[in-house]
């Protein structure tokens, strides 16, 4: 079913321009996937649909993340990876225009679905191709700056789209993202070198991998901690207008400091995660459910708030770096293949919590979905232990 590429180490050089190329690709996926997250009041309001069902959004993308993943590189065969970068990039900006001119729930639903493809297809190269564009010594070093992107949508995005979207309108923040993700498509093209497929496996790649114990461990260790992570995070903006009680411009402050904490965890993840994985695995389910546990007992003061959600920003751009890392160490010899199950599992966990997390708000209260959250996180730290269980024991 996927094809496999060249050996992490076979670039003689680093291409770190196409690393950066990628790096912005990251910036622009997050801010489009959870975009939703900072509009979610005034979406739901020009739909006509409540915030719960609004808040689909992002699980109808995780949704075609899911079988995009899976299915991306049997879709792919041996085509250029280079070239199919390039066109989830021009996916991406289609799905922007889509929801920026969505005149219903349904065409926002088909724009998120667009989206999907463009996440699921991404993710699932992406850590495959960093492989093959740095020396394997620099893996690590390259997922951070690759994850960088992340830090940047997170400290960016959110606060930005939540204050323009209460002068402008929500529809003109999806348009203000179009520019770039159009330029990001002629880096594109222009910073990747050639990433011809190389050789042709089956769905047996796939099934291999799962038949690993560790691996199987640390799939469902990574989906409990992801929906724990999002089933919280998805309705946070709710949660800031009712418990915290905030308006637009203090909302805004509080995503601010919630995405430049990202940056704090994307230097911290380029200087400390190396070598084994073990011991940070199980840091982002700890970190932040702790940090949804406070938020439940001190909501209601703005500082408290704010400083949790600085533990919780830190730790989120943390996260994709130690997973994919433990990834890359220990499935290195299937990386399109393990890459494809870690992004299935990711999107269907972000897909199940904000499902859940969504039922939760409507039927019982807005922390419901919080108190879910801090559940997951407890079975995940205790799934993962002491992370030893989740290594592969060739490697040990």
């Given at each position: 079913m996927v094809s496999t590429v060249e050996h992490a180490g076979s670039r003689p050089e680093a291409a770190w321009g196409a690393v950066l190329s990628m790096a912005l690709c990251v910036a622009m996926l997050i801010a489009s996937e959870f975009m939703p997250v900072s509009l979610l009041t005034p979406m739901a309001e020009g739909l006509g649909a409540t915030e719960g069902q609004t808040g689909q959004a992002i699980s109808v993308s995780g949704l075609f993340a899911v079988a995009a993943s899976l299915l991306i590189t049997t879709a792919a065969g041996r085509l250029n990876r280079k070239w199919v970068l390039v066109a989830l990039t021009f996916f991406m900006l289609l799905s922007l225009v889509l929801v920026a001119v969505?005149?219903?729930?349904?065409?926002?639903?088909?724009?998120?679905?667009?989206?999907?493809?463009?996440?699921g297809g991404f993710w699932a190269l992406a850590t495959a191709v960093i492989m093959r564009l740095v020396p394997a010594q620099d893996v690590p070093k390259a997922l951070a700056l690759m994850y960088a992107g992340q830090a940047i949508a997170a400290a960016f995005a959110a606060p930005i789209g939540s204050y323009l979207g209460g002068i402008f309108g929500w529809r003109d923040v999806f348009w203000a993202l179009t520019p770039i993700v159009a330029i990001n498509l002629v880096w594109h093209m222009i910073a990747l070198p050639s990433l011809p497929a190389q050789q042709r496996q089956d769905v047996r790649a796939l099934l291999d991998l799962l038949k690993r114990q560790y691996f199987r461990r640390g799939l469902m260790a990574c989906m409990l901690s992801w929906g724990s992570a999002f089933s919280m995070f998805t309705y946070l903006r709710p949660f800031l207008e009712q418990v915290t009680g905030v308006d637009v411009a203090t909302l805004s402050v509080l995503l601010l400091l919630l995405g430049c904490a990202g940056f704090i965890g994307t230097w911290a993840a380029g200087r400390f995660i190396k070598g084994d994985a073990a011991p940070f695995l199980k840091l982002p389910a700890l970190v932040m459910g702790?940090?949804?546990?406070?938020?439940?007992?001190?909501?209601?003061?703005?500082?408290?708030?704010?400083?949790?959600?600085?533990?919780?920003?830190?730790?989120?751009?943390?996260?994709?770096?130690?997973?994919?890392?433990?990834?890359?160490?220990?499935?290195?010899?299937?990386?399109?293949?393990?890459?494809?199950?870690?992004?299935?599992?990711?999107?269907?966990?972000?897909?199940?919590?904000?499902?859940?997390?969504?039922?939760?708000?409507?039927?019982?209260?807005?922390?419901?979905?919080?108190?879910?959250?801090?559940?997951?996180?407890?079975?995940?730290?205790?799934?993962?232990?002491?992370?030893?269980?989740?290594?592969?024991?060739?490697?040990?």
């Open positions: 969505a005149p219903s729930f349904t065409v926002l639903m088909i724009g998120r679905a667009v989206l999907g493809i463009c996440i702790g940090a949804t546990v406070g938020l439940l007992l001190l909501g209601h003061s703005v500082i408290a708030t704010g400083f949790l959600m600085v533990i919780w920003g830190a730790m989120n751009t943390m996260f994709s770096v130690i997973w994919m890392t433990w990834m890359s160490q220990n499935a290195d010899d299937a990386p399109e293949a393990a890459g494809s199950l870690m992004v299935a599992a990711i999107q269907a966990s972000i897909l199940l919590g904000a499902v859940v997390g969504g039922l939760l708000l409507d039927g019982i209260s807005i922390r419901a979905p919080f108190i879910g959250s801090v559940v997951l996180a407890v079975f995940a730290v205790a799934l993962i232990g002491n992370g030893r269980t989740l290594l592969n024991p060739q490697e040990t």
